[in-house]
């Protein structure tokens, strides 16, 4: 094989959406890029493993690899899971190259994937002005993560939306309900709610019974196998391609 393989790494969950989702995402990236090598692989919870992927790649006479964490943020997944797991399998298969690509976030491209979501919700431009948005990510404990997800609120402030509060589902306050609620009491007409998480799974069922509970007037679904998100990915795997100090349009 003399072409690199896209190998999207996920994290894995008991819930049978994620898994779906997952392999629906990559099915678009296939489309968006015949010819290219996808292959899928989880963390945890679901089949194949990263070390089983690899193997068979390197069985099957693949020479580059390049591992995309589906992951939105830099958190402990990317920046010591992902890392190790890559590490050990490199040690075990010296002839096969792999290259780390970054995390999904933060990018334009993920924003417009948010704003599909939303239109498809109910969300109409004119809306903006009176309605709130609440961005509600899986939460983290690292800062890198944290501060990513501020700004991007921040980012969204300045698009028409009369507020927008960042929430979370886990590890963080405030919860979704929480910042649904705050936004009311600053008087705001319409709240929105925008699950900032690639599929279903435990954590954004735990932002949508937020959203519900402190009465949200929109849930957005969660970002799944959108086109950008695929255009987003490969965009990563050429990323990676490219030498430290080259140009893209070199």
């Given at each position: 094989m003399?072409h690199p393989?896209l190998?999207?790494?996920?994290?894995?969950?008991?819930d049978?959406?994620?898994?779906?989702?997952?392999?629906?995402?990559?099915?678009?990236v296939?489309a968006e890029?015949?010819?290219?090598?996808?292959?899928?692989?989880?963390?945890?919870?679901?089949a194949?493993?990263?070390?089983?992927?690899?193997?068979?790649l390197?069985?099957q006479?693949a020479?580059?690899?390049?591992?995309?964490?589906?992951?939105?943020?830099?958190?402990f997944?990317?920046?010591?899971?992902?890392?190790?797991?890559l590490?050990?399998?490199?040690?075990?298969?010296?002839?096969?190259?792999?290259r780390?690509a970054?995390?999904?976030?933060p990018?334009?491209?993920?924003?417009a994937?948010?704003?599909?979501?939303?239109?498809?919700?109910?969300?109409?431009?004119?809306?903006?002005p009176?309605?709130?948005?609440?961005?509600?990510?899986?939460g983290?404990?690292?800062?890198?993560a944290i501060?990513?997800?501020a700004e991007?609120a921040r980012?969204?402030?300045?698009?028409g939306w009369?507020?927008?509060?960042?929430?979370?589902?886990?590890?963080?306050?405030?919860r979704?309900?929480?910042?649904?609620?705050?936004?009311?009491?600053?008087g705001?007409?319409?709240?929105?709610?925008?699950?900032?998480?690639i599929?279903p799974?435990?954590?954004?069922?735990r932002i949508?019974?937020?959203?519900?509970?402190?009465?949200?007037?929109?849930?957005a679904?969660?970002?799944?196998?959108?086109?950008?998100?695929?255009r987003?990915?490969?965009?990563?795997?050429?990323?990676?391609?490219?030498?430290?100090g080259?140009?893209?349009?070199?």
């Open positions: 003399t393989t190998l999207v790494i996920a994290h894995g969950s008991r049978p959406r994620h898994a779906a989702t997952v392999h629906a995402l990559t099915e678009r296939r890029r015949p010819g290219l090598r996808v292959e899928t692989a989880f963390l945890e919870f679901n194949p493993s990263v070390p089983r992927v690899l193997e068979r390197a069985a006479g020479d580059e690899v390049v591992a995309l964490p589906l992951l939105l943020t830099r958190a997944h990317a920046k010591t899971d992902i890392p190790s797991v590490r050990e399998a490199r040690a075990r298969l010296p002839r096969l190259h792999i780390q970054d995390v999904l976030g990018s334009p491209l993920l924003n994937t948010l704003g599909r979501r939303l239109r498809e919700a109910g969300v109409r431009p004119g809306d903006l009176r309605t709130g948005l609440v961005l509600a990510s899986a983290s404990s690292d800062p890198e501060a990513v997800i991007i980012e969204l402030r300045h698009t009369c507020a927008v509060r960042p929430a979370f589902a886990s590890a963080l306050l405030p979704t309900e929480d910042a649904v609620r705050a936004l009311r009491a600053e705001v007409e319409r709240v929105a709610v925008a699950p900032y998480v599929a799974g435990r954590l954004p069922d949508a019974a937020g959203a519900e509970a402190a009465g949200a007037d929109v849930l679904d969660v970002l799944g196998p959108a086109p950008e998100l695929a987003l990915l490969l965009n990563r795997f050429d990323e990676a391609r490219v030498p430290v080259a140009s893209l349009s070199a």
